[in-house]
């Protein structure tokens, strides 16, 4: 039912609708709107849920940025988001995305999103409505309609780190499955046959792919993956810590563990140091560590630790020229393109002996 004096007319709403559009929908006038976008004072409320569900049906979210801009200029931001800020890996992500966008006059404003789905989606909404010109995205997996073009209103958008099925863009990640195939092959070629797994969520594109490649190197070496020594789940150094524990408890522990990202690889560092204080023996002598990334303060493992490398920040410099590509119009009606960055494996010696539990090495 319109206001007096007005009538409902469907419109076709822009890609990112406005105060105006809005109004038309809901048969009311801008000033309506406004108010109730502002808090509804002095609005009826049967006025306010009509504005309401016009907001809804369009998609309409406000442009917390448009006191701050001219007519015809754009913004000038871009929204990025990581899965967990407090890891150094995506701190140096993020000063290779800046690098880059600073050199293009760019600014950027980010968020985490704990592995949350749907906090990605808040944070996603909220970026769209401060009229960022593009995005970059460290996926969490799970449910995706909030990456869909219709979603983010066109907004460009590129993915970090990691891809996500069912989402058609541009992406820059890692050669998860090559290095962690390398890295679990050196441990076999050392001799050891009970190798644990700790690594994050299966639902995680790079957890996924990290185990992928340590299969790959079990069946290559003719050796079986221990089910009994795989721990996957993991989100955070805590429940990393508990799973080695309980791996480290085991009467038959492992040898060596192959820790799939560098939160997990500490927690089982945490796991080991209480365990030799528990025990009165020192355990890094005789369980042989791999990490992939690197992690604060690992030349101070007192064990052998072969590490998983490639350039963070590089990634993030990767990502955002990715984008700057499509922003420039370069690309913009091309195929997607996912760039595969290399990796390389560094290891530190502690103990020039072959470690207790071990087979020795098999001629190649």
Known sequence: ???????????????????????????????TVSRVLSGGQNVSAPMRRKVETSVRALGYRRNENARSLRPGHRSGLVGVVVTNLA????????????????????????GTSHEDPEEEARLIADFVGRQTEGLIVVPAGGPSEHLR?????GV???FASRRQDGVDVDAVIVDDVRGAERVTALLLEEGH????FVGNAVSVFTG???????????RAAGVPVLPELVRRGQQDIHSAENAAQELLALDEPPTAIFGANNRNMVGAIK?????????GTDLFARVRLASFDTFDLEELVPGDLSVVTHDARELGRTAAELLLVRLQGKRSDRPTRTIELPTSIRTRRRSPERLPGAEPATPA
């Not at 000063?95 to 760019?106: H, K, T, V």
């Not at 073009?149 to 209103?153: A, I, L, M, N």
């Not at 796991?271 to 025990?279: F, I, K, P, Q, V």
């Open 1 to 31: 039912m319109a206001e007096p004096g007005s009538e409902e007319r469907a419109i076709q709403p822009r890609s990112v609708p406005t105060i105006s559009d809005v109004a038309r929908h809901a048969g009311v006038s801008p000033m």
């Open 87 to 110: 890891n150094p890996y995506y701190a140096e992500v993020l000063e290779g995305i800046g690098e880059i966008l600073s050199e293009a006059d760019r600014r950027v404003i980010f």
């Open 149 to 153: 073009p219709d979603q983010r209103h």
């Open 156 to 158: 460009p958008l590129v």
């Open 193 to 196: 046959r009970r190798i644990a």
């Open 208 to 218: 996924q792919r990290r185990y992928e490649g340590f299969e790959r190197a079990h």
């Open 271 to 279: 796991a080991l140091h209480a365990a030799s204080a528990a025990r």
